[in-house]
């Protein structure tokens, strides 16, 4: 089995729904075990902690749910996927799925910088494809395909 240098980074993000409890995640992978079970498979493997955004800015809409939250949470795991990139394998311990607005687009900006095509692959129980203008919950958890695709 191949091993590899392994980041993980906490994205205790609750802002992408109305409903409490996803901030909660990566504290619970951690004591869960996640880092012990990965160096059991002979991974080398670094927690970088949670990424904590910088202050929101103003962003009011009268559509989207904590639009101002989430725009600085997906600045801020941008920045962080980008520079996971350069040294290691990150995984990003959510949170709402909403992060991956953020994560997708650090991996995008790194792939992008290096010459290298971008593949995703989405699991997810629902197609997460609609836009700021066709969500009807206003929940931006549903909207990352939508970015994705253009």
């Known amino acids: 089995m191949n091993t590899h240098d392994i980041t993980l980074i906490g994205a205790p ?4 729904k109305q409903r409490a409890g996803c901030l909660m995640g990566p504290d619970a992978y951690r004591t869960a075990g996640l880092p012990e079970a990965l160096r059991e498979l002979g ?10 955004p910088n202050a929101h800015k103003a962003a009011p809409s009268d559509t989207i749910y904590a639009l101002p939250e989430n725009i600085a949470w997906t600045e801020a ?23 991956s ?11 992008a910088q290096v010459d290298r095509p971008l593949f995703i692959l989405w699991l997810d129980a629902h197609t997460d494809f609609h836009t700021p203008h066709t969500t009807s919950s ?13």
């Open 77 to 99: 795991l941008a920045d962080a996927a980008q520079s996971a990139m350069t040294g290691s394998i990150p995984i990003f311990m959510g949170g709402d799925h909403a992060l």
């Open 43 to 52: 991974h080398s493997v670094q927690d970088a902690g949670n990424v904590a």
């Open 138 to 150: 206003g929940n931006l958890h549903g909207t990352p395909v939508g970015y994705l695709s253009g």
């Open 13 to 16: 993000l609750d802002c992408g």
């Open 101 to 111: 607005l953020g994560t997708i687009l650090g991996v995008a900006r790194h792939a």
